[in-house]
Every structure is written in C-alpha cells, then in structure tokens.
C-alpha cells in the first residue's frame, strides 16, 4: 500500500501590530481650556459691574492675555507631550486666572489704595503668570525624559540646601513679618527660594529612595503592630528632620518646615510600604515644633493666635507691638460669606489689610462665593493632587512613580497648611495658596511643577513601540499528508 505525499502550501500573512496605548487627548484638554478662560473673563466682569456698575475696561485685554497664556501652553503640550495628562493644564489655568479676578477686586479696594505702601498687585501677577507660563513651556521641551533628572540627584541636595540657605546670608536674605525667608535682588524684588527649593528636593528624594527603599523597608522587630526600622536606617529621616528643625529655628518659618518633611516622608512610605514611617514622623514633627515653640516668640504667637484668635484680635487693637488681628478678621469673612457668598466684589475681606490678597485670599473667596466657592476651590487642588497621584501609579519606572508622589505630596501639603492656617484649623504658616495667591515665586515654582507632572505623565501614556516584523514569520508552509 502506497501513498504518495503531496504539498499543499497555505500561506499565512503576518501584519505590525502596535501597543495600544491611551488616547492623546489633545482636543480634551482645548475644549477645558475654553472653559477655563471663559469662567474667569466673567468673573472680571462680575467685579467690574458689582464695584463700579460697569464692565472693566481691561476686560478684553485680560481675557486676551490669559486666553494667549493658555493657548501657548496648550500648543506645546500638544506638540511635545502629546499624551499628558489633559486635566493639569486647564485646572491650573482656571485657578491663576481666578486668583488674578481676586486680586484685581483688592486692588479696586479703597481702604487698600489708601495705605501710603499700595502698588496694584494684578499687573504684577499677570506678569509672574507670562514668567510661570514661559518656565512650564520650558520644562515641557527641554526636558524630554524626566529620567534624566535622576542623574542629578546629589547635586539637587546640594542646591536644595544652597536655596534654603540663602535667606540666612547677610545683606542677602529679608526679613518680613517675622518669618527669614526671601532674598533681595536689586531690580526684581524678593523671592522666595523655598518655592523652588521643594522641586529640587523632591528629584533628590526620589533618586536616594529609589536606590535605598530596599534596605529602608527591612524591620527589625515588630511593637504593638508596627514593623520597627533598624536603627542604622533611621539615619534618613532623623537627617531630615534635622534640617527642618533648623529651618524652623534660624527662618522661623513653620510651613516651609513642615512641607520639606512631610513631603519626604510620604515619598519614604510610598517606596517602604512601612506604616511606621509614617508614625515616626509624625511624633518627630510633633516633637520639633513643641521644642522650638518653647522658646521661639515667633512660633509662639503664631499658636497663641491659632488658639485664640480674639484675645490676638484685641491686642492688635491695644497696639501691642507683634500681635496682629488678621486670623479674627479671615474668621469673619468666612462667617459672613455664609453658604453661597455675598457675591463677587461685595465683601469686605480688604479689611484683613496687606495680606489680604497673598496669605489670606481664600478668606475673599470664602467672603464673596461661600462655602460653596471654597469648596469648588478646593475641589479644584484635590483633582490637580488625584491627576498627580494617577500619574504616579501609571509611571513604569520607579525614579518617575517617587518624582510625581513627591511633587503631588508637596502640592497637596501646601494647599493644606494654608488653608488650614486661613481657616483656623492649624496655625498660621505664612505660604502661599498656589496659583491663586500673590506671589511670584509661587507661580513660576508651581507652574513649573505642573510641567514636570506632565512630562511623567506622556512618559507613562505613551504607547508602546510596536514590535519589529519578524521576517522569518513572514511566510509558513503547512504540509498535509493526502
């Protein structure tokens, strides 16, 4: 019995198949941008008509001039991160043109205008707005892999240790208000180096955690449910803490204290998972701040207008020297603003006086838009915090997923010292309200951090390369016995 074999070829093509990766979301983000001029070109005219029953003059300029900020910042990201995060941006916009609508309505202020120091604050933030514009475009060309940063990572603690020292340096540094944390530059005013120095710090943290979380996470015993570290490993964090220590001592400044540590700490528990961490700094942080307002004045009336805002209230009006009545006069605003507001334009919050429009701002918001508005303000920082986050659990590498926590970390601690300050929930710590306040080097610092974000988020949305065609699967021959 024979049987002969005969070929049959069937031929079998192959085609590329590419990763599929996430949308750009390019018009996305166009589409709130529009959103996110509109609503503050509004708000301009609300002000304009609820002061003077008529429609700003600047009103076409203004919306131009943000519209022109936003649309810039939008083309960039568009053609070099094309697959950011599409929230960031117009979130951020929204808040600065926001805070801009406020800061113009203070300037309008009579009582403000009557103070032999007032100078018009909007021009100026308009102004530091182009400048944090103009750093966020930088970072988002310049920086075309934000894994390049983790090469730096020493050298970003020596800067970081150079900006926070500045303010120390004599003929250098200001004194304002009690707190040593602005440098003089003859021709652009002051600044606040610690705005730039928590970027700079947060590379640093991400690349030492990177390379040590391991050892870091190792416990050596567990006490009442939690996996102690070994006393070798505490040496990060007590470094740390140290540091802020002395800041609190020699700048008397609380917040930028707590916002240095506190961000590393968060950072050090993302990489360990260890709880302990955690509870470690929080009685260091507790421990410091006691010891250094046993015998640091400033520090000390800074708490005893926390705990009682009226007898501060009451000295200010005694005249005795050092006491001020602008934690009693947010209190009211808040109170008199009520659920909704007394609208735009018709409060009264000009009365806390020349920090109305930087530490104290969201007292005007919580004034003239309510608890709503403050909240909708709120709401507005915790998706910028979330779109952070997300970004972090989608980088695929480690450096990038510690950078983009540290950063949303740092963010979400300053929204929280100052509006817990303003509202009486912790004491006062003299920082800025991103975007939203007055203040130069808060608006090119976070605009530039939200810059950063989203170079790790196109990094971590991307799609995937496709795959090389295989040249050998090109063609494959089936033979079938007949």
Do not use: C
């Not at 926001?98 to 309505?105: E, P, Q």
């Not at 730096?152 to 004599?170: K, N, R």
């Amino acid at each position: 019995m024979s049987s002969t074999n005969t070929s049959h070829s069937a031929t079998h093509h192959t085609s590329t198949i590419g990763a599929i990766g996430a949308p750009s979301r390019r018009n996305t983000e166009l589409a709130l941008l529009a959103f996110a001029v509109v609503i503050p070109v509004f708000a301009y005219a609300n002000v304009g008509l609820a002061i003077n029953d008529s429609v700003p003059p600047g009103l076409l300029s203004y919306g131009l001039g943000l519209g022109l900020l936003a649309g810039v910042g939008h083309l960039v990201v568009r053609k070099f991160a094309p697959y950011a995060d599409p929230l960031m941006l117009p979130l951020a916009t929204l808040l600065n043109g926001l805070g801009l609508v406020v800061i113009w309505r203070l300037d309008q202020s009579e009582k403000l205008q009557a103070s032999r120091t007032f100078v018009e604050a909007a021009p100026r933030q308009l102004m530091y707005s182009a400048l944090g514009v103009a750093f966020f475009v930088a970072v988002i060309i310049f920086l075309k892999d934000h894994r390049v940063l983790q090469r730096y990572t020493y050298i970003s603690m020596a800067g970081a240790l150079l900006l926070l020292v500045l303010p120390l340096v004599p003929g250098l540094g200001k004194n304002v208000f009690g707190a040593r944390i602005w440098i003089q530059i003859p021709g652009l005013g002051t600044i606040q180096p610690g705005e730039f120095a928590k970027i700079v710090l947060a590379v640093f943290f991400a690349g030492y955690l990177m390379v040590k979380r391991d050892a870091l996470a190792l416990a050596s015993r567990r006490f009442m449910g939690l996996y102690l570290p070994r006393g070798r490993d505490l040496g990060p964090i007590i470094v740390v803490w140290a540091i802020s220590i002395l800041i609190l001592v020699f700048e008397t400044d609380l917040g930028t204290s707590l916002l240095f540590f506190g961000m590393f700490v968060i950072m050090l528990y993302v990489a360990t998972e260890r709880t302990s961490w955690i509870v470690f700094g929080l009685l260091m942080s507790a421990a410091g701040a006691v010891g250094v307002a046993s015998f640091e004045t400033h520090v000390q009336q800074r708490v005893q207008a926390w705990l009682d805002p009226m007898n501060e209230f009451k000295l200010s009006r005694q005249g005795v020297l050092g006491h001020t009545e602008q934690s009693m006069q947010a209190l009211w605003a808040f109170g008199s603003g009520g659920t909704l507001g007394t609208g735009l334009g018709q409060g009264n919050s000009d009365l806390i006086g020349f920090a109305a429009n930087s530490d104290f701002i969201l007292a005007t918001f919580g004034e003239e838009l309510g608890l709503a508005g403050v909240m909708a303000i709120l709401l507005l920082y915790g998706l910028i915090i979330e779109r952070g986050v997300r970004t972090a659990l989608a980088a695929r590498d480690p450096f990038g997923k510690l950078l983009a926590i540290g950063l949303s970390g740092a963010f979400g601690l300053q929204v929280f010292v100052v509006a817990g300050g303003v509202m009486g929930l912790i004491p006062l710590t003299g920082m800025t309200l991103p975007f939203v306040a007055y203040g130069g080097s808060s608006v090119i610092a976070n605009w530039a951090l939200i810059g950063i974000l989203l170079r790790i988020s196109d990094t971590a949305r991307r799609p995937a390369p496709a795959p090389a065609a295989n040249p050998d699967a090109e063609m494959t021959q089936v033979v079938r016995p007949s």
